[in-house]
């Protein structure tokens, strides 16, 4: 018998109440500023990753001469990584502090990698942006070529707007308070130009691979002597979990379409992410585009059935009366009474990276909002935009440059307004296989 949406609520409220607020955070900064080592040293600290794992890393990390790469080893784990020393792919992982469960986004820092962050950044609620203390370190990585800049810029057009900046190896300036507050007085007005509310930042002092304010307070006098206030991980506790979309419609955009094998969970199985809105068993879902709908006869969240689902679960549902032809990867289920709109096109704000082609109106492009991969152009440039101030720099631009704003035309695309649903506003460009633009949905045309 069907549940009523309110109680599915009310129910989902209680069980929020009782565990612990999930929250997904993506790691940034300049090449080498410590973000491995840093998250790493989290992880065995916390006891997510096993002392027998970490002494492996150690031990293997020696033999080849890097052994102060054995905490980021936690998480750079492919060949390449290991033997380069810089993270190539988003390592994903969860932990857990007393309050809050972490998924955590590992991305790299490296110029190359930044396609890479961005899947990341487009997927995360809270971002920690690592920085290296050391003299020249923090002047390069904040530098016009450095990716401080980029990174906390990037994060915050993607929707990110809780951030904590972590002063990093301290240890290597002998945790000199002058220094730690140098480094915040750059940073804290290029934030809040960048878009960042200064009460949703904070700034902590550590130095990751001593284990200095990491998990556990201050201990050492040169930086107890002056910083009083919480560890990393007591930042962390204190996030706010990203407001779930519960009273919305339901979004699920599709991410993966199986055959249901078993008695129980039979029909065609469904996998996404619920963007917004309740699912429940005996549902009527519509998949758009199309107008096909089929019923909902059983869903999995973590592996188990469970009669409903809400808004930030990762699900699978298993839809009974509907042809697997159907559904497609990319498509987004939503109730009848509330399908997504097409749009035939779209205004967006994103941020150019490095093409290599000009990007010029009537530029073909691949769209990328969630898993679908649509083919769309780039019908006008409307302005490119001042990096730090959001200003308008230039109307009518005949290339993009850099932090540019563009129309881009795509048809019959289920995709809808930042102001009215944030997660189904955020969109990649990419050309040629590579990301050239990252941002958000402004406005549609239906
Ligand atoms: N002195 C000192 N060195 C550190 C600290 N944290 C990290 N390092 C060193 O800095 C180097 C880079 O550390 P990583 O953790 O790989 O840096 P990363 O930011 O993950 O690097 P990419 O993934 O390549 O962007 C390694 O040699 C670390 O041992 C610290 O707190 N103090």
Excluded at 29 to 39: I, R
Excluded at 60 to 84: N, P, T, V
Excluded at 160 to 185: G, S, T
């Amino acid at each position: 018998m069907a549940i009523s949406h309110e109680r599915i609520v009310e129910e989902f409220r209680k069980r929020e109440k009782e565990g612990k607020a999930e929250i997904s955070l993506v790691v940034v900064g300049h090449v080498d500023a410590g973000k491995s080592t840093l998250m790493g040293r989290i992880l065995h600290e916390l006891g997510t990753l096993s002392d027998r794992e970490h002494t492996a890393n150690e031990r293997a990390s020696q033999k080849i001469g890097k052994s102060s790469f054995a905490y980021a080893w936690a998480l750079d784990s492919s060949e390449e990584e290991r033997a380069r020393g810089v993270t190539i792919d988003i390592a994903q992982d969860s932990f857990s502090t007393p309050h809050r469960q972490f998924t955590l986004l590992d991305a790299p820092g490296h110029r190359d990698f930044i396609p890479n962050m961005i899947s990341g950044a487009a997927q995360a609620d809270c971002a920690l942006l690592v920085v290296d203390a050391v003299k020249g370190a923090f002047e390069a990585g904040f530098g016009p070529n450095g990716q401080t800049r980029e990174h906390a810029l990037l994060v915050r057009s993607l929707g990110v707007q809780q951030l904590i900046v972590v002063v990093n190896k301290l240890d290597a300036v002998d945790y000199d308070q002058a220094r730690f507050e140098e480094i915040v007085m750059a940073l804290k007005p290029f934030l809040v130009k960048c878009g960042f509310d200064s009460s949703k930042v904070n700034f902590v002092p550590c130095g990751a691979s001593a284990g200095e304010n990491l998990v556990r307070n201050a201990s050492r006098e040169e930086l107890k002597s002056w910083y009083k206030g919480p560890s990393v991980t007591d930042v962390l506790d204190t996030l706010e979990p990203p407001a779930r979309q519960l009273d919305a419609p339901l979004r699920m955009p599709v991410t993966n379409v199986f055959k249901g094998q078993t008695a129980v969970a039979s029909g065609v199985g469904v996998t996404g992410r619920i963007l917004s809105g309740v699912v429940q068993i005996g549902d009527r879902l519509r998949v758009v585009p199309g107008d096909e709908s089929g019923v909902v006869r059983a869903i999995e969240v973590d592996n188990e059935s469970a009669p409903w689902a809400v808004a930030g679960a990762n699900v699978t549902v298993f839809l009974a009366g509907i042809d697997q032809i159907q559904v497609n990867v990319g498509s987004v289920l939503c109730p009848p009474s509330s399908p997504v709109q097409l749009c035939t096109s779209l205004l967006a704000q994103v941020i150019v990276f490095e093409p290599n082609y000009p990007l010029v109106a009537g530029t073909s492009v691949e769209l990328f909002h969630h898993s679908a991969n649509i083919p769309a152009t780039l019908i006008e440039l409307v302005a490119t935009l001042d990096k730090a101030s959001g200003s308008t720099l230039k109307k009518k631009p005949r290339v993009l440059s850099k932090g540019s704003s563009a129309i881009v035309r795509s048809l019959g695309y289920p995709i809808e307004e930042f102001k009215s649903n944030k997660e189904m506003a955020r969109i990649l460009l990419r050309m040629g296989g590579e990301t050239v633009a990252a941002g958000i949905v402004l406005e549609v045309v239906k």
